[in-house]
């Protein structure tokens, strides 16, 4: 039986799946951070320590160098993503012998149907892309400030408040950051409904748990909240 798009009911029912998996892994991701030792959390509160530290450096090379390789990665990623549009643009876009030549694409499927496939591979790294370009330009906005930063005999409550709003812009431009890299994740799931629908539903679900692991019991978030625990109490030795 043949649906919108000419989809299946178990092809409708694996796409709900995963668009709801993908429209709650954000808020997801921010009910796990507002408990203590989330990643993300506990990274907000490292960058604004060294937003702290770096105002007080007379030398600033350390950071603009660290926030060079962090806008090269996001660039990397960007034209990584722009790539993969163009591959997936040009199967979708190059009619049905393109689509019919993909080797791992079944045979048996109407070329609509995998023409809606190839268009939601699509959409996810489309979503990637704006971010990654989104979070570049924030990094820049990040640089500026870095480049402006008050000389560090400057007063010290000064110049915390200073390292706050540099914090504020260079916290939302790693979370866009984050974001691009999460959709891998969704677009890899999309990619698995070419083989069957079945795959798509379970890589969504899969990609989504796998995605809360990272941010509560993975070893970096584990190490990160280790990390700020040092950090916020001077001492040398994590706790355990």
């Known amino acids: 039986m043949d649906d919108l798009f000419g989809l299946s009911l178990l092809d409708l029912a694996a796409l709900t799946v995963f668009l709801l998996a993908w429209l709650a892994c954000e808020p997801m991701i921010r009910l796990i951070g507002r408990r203590r030792g989330a990643l993300n959390a506990d990274l907000d509160l490292m960058r ?7 105002t007080r450096r007379e030398i600033r ?18 034209s990584a993503n722009l790539i993969l549009i163009a591959a997936v643009g040009g199967v979708l876009f190059g009619g049905e012998a393109a689509i019919r030549n993909q080797p791992a694409v079944g045979m048996e499927a109407p070329t609509r149907v995998l023409e809606v496939k190839f268009a939601l591979i699509s959409v996810c790294l489309a979503r990637g892309l704006l971010d990654f ?10 640089v500026a400030l870095v480049g402006a930063t008050p000389v560090s005999e400057s007063n010290p409550e000064y110049l915390d408040a200073y390292a706050v709003t540099a914090a504020e812009v ?4 790693m979370h866009g950051f984050n974001r691009g890299v999460r959709v891998y994740y969704f677009a890899l799931a999309a990619g698995a409904w070419l083989i069957s629908p079945a795959f798509l539903a379970i890589g969504a679900i899969l990609s989504l748990a796998l995605l809360a692991w990272r941010q509560a019991a993975s070893p970096a978030a584990i190490g990160v909240r280790h990390a700020l625990d040092v950090l916020n109490r001077g001492d040398s030795h994590p706790s355990e």
């Open 48 to 54: 604004a320590a060294w937003m702290r530290a770096m």
């Open 133 to 142: 370009i989104w979070s570049i330009r924030q990094l820049n906005y990040t």
């Open 170 to 173: 260079l916290n939302p431009a």
């Open 61 to 78: 090379m350390v950071d603009s160098q660290l926030l060079g390789h962090t806008i090269n990665s996001a660039s990397f990623f960007a």
